[in-house]
């Protein structure tokens, strides 16, 4: 071991306990997710996102899920802020939810936004990981504890036509879909 | 010279200096400038309690008035200091208990505070005015129940963001009836109901209360009583938000906000129901600070409420505001200085507003005074902040929180290198800078180029090796708080640059590469620098010595590197032994 501090920076081939990484190369987004990186590298990969969850029955992440410690960097108050935000969120009734755009590319792009009648605050939920109509109501009804045969699911188009949702089938309505709204059934 | 000025003109000459850097060079001026500045100050703040001991401080300053202190590093806001660690206050409340019987003011941030050094506190000091714990825990209700009932001139209780074990709340009871000094109340981070009856009786008996903060507890049928009782606030922090929608309970509402017109800042807001915000919107033209972090508020009444506060210049609130908002924000308060954005679902695997890079671009173009920006949000590119950076060099701080913490830019895929290469290059007074998003070394090489007035950097996931660590350590001049987690930072950077760690307040430096050898050899090398490691695995040199130790924490100190409140998983140098760490 030396006994005398050196400037002895090495590039970061040389570097012992990092990932070799060559400052001009690029890092594409898939590479930064392949599995021999998360092996060899150090950082503690995140999280949430990429997790292949497709259990949407609880409609909502548990906190105990995020393994890394202290991210987001949110303090313990905001944090609580969240948790009861979300906890209203799923409970109240008006959550209005945007879509800038269904379908497009992959999986995890396909996010559309959920409005329920009587709710104030939006809802997403990404449509790529449905394969159903009976898929996505169920998670739905799941997200707003709500019973399925109070509701009926509209859906606009990007014609911008507001349309009964179940009729087209299910392909040719994730492509086309813009937003959904949940209605309560009329009797 | 010295000699042609008797002491009593250099004293009061030196009254009129407030900053503590102008005194601190006055005192290097020459020995006899040295004594009388140390006779005479009365503030003193202390960045890190564990750079220097009560012993020294008392030693040096005989006379002081208000102590300012913090504790933990920041890191500790998000759980990376594990419990125990240290930061203790009172061993310097019962030291300051002798030493200054006419002590008026302690502010304590992020430090483990007691219901004994409470009592202390409220018992030793017959003129105690300030009380100003931010960030801190280790205190229930019984201390405070010390504090209103001993302190008889208290003049300020703030206890923002704190910890408190709440046990209920009588204490507010226990402020006697001849207590009339109260200048500024803020118990919002409390959770129990005080007596209504009590609160408002001393709000009416305080006539110079300028800030009162409630908690969550204090309904909205009360908050007009209260306000009433006290139009002449300049900070309030209301309870809940929210009511049965009744016209009389509107109309009591708006009545006794429109009687308030010194009101400046505004906070609280928990539960809010939108139908009651219009009956604020009387004093929303003087209002300069808004604080909503607590408001799930739809992003439409939002808007409706900013666009009457044209005078706003801090606005904290939460992502419902998204693009939208932030646009409208950026046509009506063209007097903004600070903005902080905080995510409603953090931990959300989906994006649930719709907030992204725009809304941050929008409020640069159209607020010329922003200097102050926390921004949470889900992706960003480099022309955004390219853009940001053109459009606003007045930066002084910039902290940007990508949810995914290497992100990089959502439309070319690349790093975000160059969108925070153009932030350092072109906001040349930037002083704190935090980052997160795909970072290279190349961003780290910018930084050392241009950031010569930062002063605060927060780093996570991100650099390639250790010459990212050196080209900060060794460009940037000005320094003094450096935060790392979770980088490929290493012992070669750390130790090239060991001097340049007594030139800063603090290093921190958590899951990176930073082996147990080379803490011993920085210690060893830089006997004022205390080199903690903090460790929770057991014995670092139970390891082998090329394993990386989970946290690292470097500070200069003139105080004894073996403190004596270290718990069993933090490892420092031992003076007795050569290289032995205990």
Redesign the interface.
């Known amino acids: 071991m030396d006994n005398h501090l050196q400037l002895h920076l090495a590039l970061s081939t040389t570097s012992t306990r990092n990932l070799p990484r060559n400052d001009e190369k690029k890092r594409k987004f898939d590479e930064s997710f392949s599995d021999d990186e998360m092996t060899s590298n150090k950082r503690t990969l995140p999280l949430l996102i990429w997790n292949d969850n497709r259990n949407m029955d609880c409609g909502c992440v548990d906190v105990e899920e995020h393994a890394v410690v202290g991210w987001p960097p949110v303090n313990s108050r905001m944090r609580k802020v969240a948790e009861h935000h979300r906890r209203e969120s799923t409970a109240s009734n008006y959550v209005t939810v945007d879509n800038g755009g269904g379908g497009g590319g992959g999986l995890n792009s396909m996010y559309v936004k959920v409005e329920m009648e009587g709710i104030g605050i939006a809802r997403k939920i990404n449509l790529g990981i449905f394969g159903s109509y009976q898929a996505l109501t169920a998670a739905l009804m799941a997200m707003f504890g709500k019973r399925r045969e109070m509701y009926k699911l509209t859906y606009r188009d990007k014609e911008g036509d507001w349309l009964l949702a179940g009729d087209v089938p299910w392909e040719r309505f994730v492509r086309s879909v813009r937003r959904l709204k949940l209605l309560k059934k009329v009797w | 010279m010295a000699y042609s000025f008797p002491e009593e003109v250099l004293e009061h000459v030196f009254s009129f200096l407030s900053s503590d850097r102008d005194r601190n060079a006055v005192s290097l001026v020459c020995k006899s400038w040295y004594d009388i500045e140390r006779w005479c100050r009365r503030r003193i703040f202390v960045g890190n309690c564990y750079a220097v001991s009560p012993e020294i401080v008392i030693r040096r300053f005989p006379e002081l008035r208000a102590v300012e202190m913090k504790g933990k590093p920041h890191?500790a806001?998000?759980?990376?200091v594990p419990e125990g660690w240290g930061a203790y206050a009172y061993p310097w409340i019962a030291a300051m208990e002798e030493a200054y019987p006419f002590l008026e003011e302690i502010k304590l941030k992020r430090m483990v505070v007691t219901d004994e050094s409470l009592e202390l506190i409220s018992k030793s000091y017959k003129s105690f005015k300030v009380l100003v714990l931010t960030?801190c825990e280790g205190f229930t209700t019984d201390g405070l129940a010390s504090i209103a009932a001993n302190c008889r001139h208290l003049r300020e209780l703030d206890l923002r963001?704190s910890?408190v074990e709440d046990l209920s709340g009588h204490w507010l009871s226990h402020f006697p009836d001849s207590c009339t000094s109260l200048v500024s109340l803020n118990m919002s981070?409390l959770g129990s109901e005080v007596s209504f009856c009590a609160l408002e009786r001393l709000v009416a008996r305080s006539p110079n209360l300028r800030t009162l903060r409630l908690n969550r507890a204090v309904p909205l049928e009360r908050l007009a009583n209260l306000i009433r009782r006290a139009p002449q606030l300049v900070e309030l922090g209301t309870g809940a938000y929210s009511a049965e929608i009744r016209s009389d309970t509107f109309s009591n509402l708006a009545d006794a906000f429109s009687a308030c017109k010194q009101l400046k800042a505004l906070s609280g807001f928990w539960d809010v129901v939108?139908s009651y915000l219009p009956a604020m919107y009387s004093v929303c033209s003087g209002i300069t600070s808004l604080n909503l972090?607590?408001a799930?508020i739809?992003s439409s009444d939002l808007v409706k409420l900013i666009s009457q506060c044209q005078n706003l210049q801090r606005l904290w609130v939460?992502d419902?505001i998204e693009d939208s908002g932030l646009d409208a924000l950026a046509a009506s308060c063209k007097d903004l200085q600070e903005l902080r954005v905080?995510?409603?679902?953090?931990?959300?695997?989906?994006?649930?507003?719709?907030l992204t890079e725009q809304g941050l671009v929008s409020v640069s173009e159209g607020c010329p005074k922003l200097e102050s920006v926390l921004y949470?949000c889900r992706q960003m590119s480099n022309a955004a902040l390219i853009a940001i950076a053109k459009n606003r060099p007045n930066f002084i701080r910039f902290r940007l929180?990508i949810?995914?913490?290497?992100a990089?830019d959502y439309l070319t895929?690349?790093?975000l290198d160059a969108g925070f290469g153009a932030i350092v290059e072109k906001c040349k007074e930037l002083r704190r800078l935090s980052m997160t998003g795909?970072l290279?070394?190349?961003v780290f090489k910018y930084i050392g180029s241009h950031a010569k007035k930062l002063e605060m950097l927060s780093i996570?996931?991100a650099g390639?090796?250790?010459?990212g660590l050196?080209h900060v350590l060794s460009g940037c001049d000005s320094l003094r708080k450096l935060e790392i987690?979770?980088?490929?930072f290493?012992d070669?950077?750390l130790?090239?640059n060991?001097a340049k760690l007594e030139t800063m307040r603090s290093l921190w430096m958590s899951?990176?590469?930073v082996s147990f050898?080379a803490c011993k050899?920085l210690a060893q090398?830089m006997p004022r620098l205390n080199v903690e490691v903090i460790d929770e695995r057991g014995p670092p040199d139970s390891r082998p010595?090329?394993c990386?130790v989970e946290r690292a924490y470097v500070y200069r100190t003139v105080a004894s590197r073996q403190r004596l409140d270290m718990p069993d998983f933090v490892w420092t140098h031992d003076e007795d032994s050569s290289l032995r760490y205990s």
């Not at chain 2, 949810?403 to 290497?406: L, M, R, V």
């Not at chain 2, 390639?464 to 010459?467: I, K, P, Q, T």
């Open positions: 890191f806001d998000f759980n990376l960030s963001e910890e981070c939108p972090s607590y799930a739809p939460l419902y905080f995510p409603s679902d953090p931990f959300g695997a989906e994006p649930n507003v719709s949470f929180c949810i995914d913490p290497q990089p895929l690349e790093p795909l290279t070394d190349r996570a996931f390639d090796s250790d010459l050196h987690r979770d980088c490929p290493g070669k950077a130790l090239a060991a899951s990176c590469s050898g050899l090398k010595e090329g990386s």
